[in-house]
């Protein structure tokens, strides 16, 4: 039987099981990649790619790509248009909109102008950025486990942290 160890991830803070016979690995959460040091009874990570990991995910919609760095744990930046533009949404707002929208479906909100009321992007538009970021923010949030997506133009909260 595998003897397991548990450690965290100093990028994105998430929990990460190796085995005794692993030398290196990426996070399955943020990408960030390590080296896995062993001395003196000690087990320790040492970056392997220092700077930011870039993801690139689908919009919403599913009619172009984005890209961002960071977590939903650490905060993201999010990277739109050609690289044009640019958005950032922190942890501290991450947490707020969790709270704020825990266990419910809700409408995704991706109108550009218009968000409607109780939307992700209606909250988004109020709470962090004027510009349309909820086709971004949504499958950030699917991706990394915070919620699921419920049909075309809903999403559902699950989990805080």
Known sequence: MR?????????CGKR????EDIESFACAHCGNEYMVIRKGGIVALKPINVGKVVHKLETWG???SFKYTGSVETGT????GKGDYKATVTAEAYISLRHHF?????NIGTSRTEPPEGSLGKWLKANVTQAAI??????ILVVEEYAKRVGK???????IS
């Open 62 to 64: 599913g009619r172009s």
């Open 134 to 139: 909820a086709c971004y923010v949504g499958p």
């Open 16 to 19: 990460l099981q190796i085995t």
């Open 153 to 159: 133009h809903e999403i559902c909260i699950e989990k």
């Open 77 to 80: 930046e999010i990277i739109f």
């Open 102 to 106: 825990i266990g419910r479906i809700v």
């Open 3 to 11: 003897k397991f160890i548990t450690l965290s991830c100093a990028s």
